[in-house]
């Protein structure tokens, strides 16, 4: 295991925050970010979401720092400085969506290498959201589960669905999988489009922090996904809707402006979590945790809440 950069230049995280080389069991090199802290007793694993990368969560590690927690984290495969799978590297893309069970078990194995203390909960956000709940379905060891904005089905017409559904099959059948999904970016959205009508944050301090950042740090750009990345998680998402909910607590962060993830899944596999919660955050976007001061300060307290009460 080598030291992979971690550009704390470009964040606001623990001073104390570095980053690991770990391949995953079927050789993909993958970026692992450990925020370690003397004392803690618990660590809170955060799952990004698709196009994410280390640098994007190191506030919430700086919050999560002050109420105790040790935090770890980790590029998934095909995103931010771990390896991209096919030759168009701005392209999201995915052999099969369970490869990330790989990924979790490399960040699972890097926490206990590195002496930080045992995971205590996931802190996940959309496609993250995705890979945690099949984590938890799988026997994760941890006691609770937070998400933002759960990527547990994709927003689209359903006019579109399937003609989704035949695309991302047949162009498989051609050998053609790597195409970007008609209708999203090649490129990031992030470096062209105006803060005003996004459908991320309603912060243009943030908004401007995740631009800059991969401004700064080219490599850590993505732009849309694959055909074969869209069939791979529409089927997953569509596995784990059929899947009873873990027997854990949970929390559920969902703004009410929500315009990426399918809002009708995630209230119906919240109804049917005994132990979940969902807590409806108002006007805030996609992305929960950079939204306003208020809404951050807000739900960071809840945040701490749940993981105390586990």
């Not at 168009?88 to 099969?96: D, E, K, L, S």
């Not at 740090?217 to 089927?235: D, K, N």
């Not at 899947?243 to 399918?262: H, K, Q, Y």
Request: net charge negative; glycine share 10%; proline share 6%.
């Amino acid at each position: 295991m080598t030291n992979a950069p971690y550009h704390s230049e470009i964040c606001t995280g623990p001073e104390n925050g570095y980053a690991l080389w770990r391949k995953a069991s079927d050789g993909v090199r993958l970026r692992i970010g450990l925020w370690p802290l003397a004392g803690a007793e618990k660590t809170v694993l955060i799952y990004t979401g698709r196009t994410e990368y280390i640098e994007k969560y190191a506030h919430i590690a700086t919050d999560l720092h002050k109420a105790g927690y040790a935090v770890a984290t980790l590029d998934w495969r095909g995103q931010g400085l771990s390896d991209r799978l096919i030759d168009a590297p701005y392209r999201g893309h995915i052999g099969a969506f369970s490869d990330y069970q790989k990924d979790v078990q490399t960040l699972l194995e890097a926490v206990k290498s590195e002496g930080l203390p045992t995971p205590h909960a996931i802190l996940t956000h959309s496609m993250g959201g995705a890979i945690g709940l099949r984590s938890l379905i799988d026997g994760l060891p941890v006691k609770g589960a937070l998400f933002s904005a759960p990527m547990w089905g994709i927003l689209m017409s359903p006019a579109l669905r399937p003609v989704a559904w035949a695309l991302s099959r047949s162009v498989d059948l051609f050998g053609k999988g790597g195409t970007l999904v008609p209708g999203t970016e090649a490129r990031s959205f992030m470096l062209k489009e105006p803060f005003q009508g996004n459908k991320l944050t309603r912060d243009a301090d943030m908004w401007a922090m995740m631009g800059n950042q991969i401004k700064t740090v080219p490599g850590l750009e993505l732009g849309g996904p694959s055909l074969h990345w869209l069939r791979e998680a529409m089927t997953e998402c569509t596995e784990l809707m059929r899947a009873p909910a873990p027997s854990m607590p949970c929390l559920t962060f969902l703004g009410d402006n929500e315009r990426i993830v399918d809002v009708q899944d995630i209230h119906t596999k919240m109804a049917g979590w005994s132990q979940g919660t969902l807590r409806m955050v108002e006007n805030a976007e996609h992305e929960t945790f950079m939204d306003t001061p208020e809404t951050r300060s807000a739900l960071t307290a809840e945040t701490v809440a749940f993981l105390d009460a586990l």
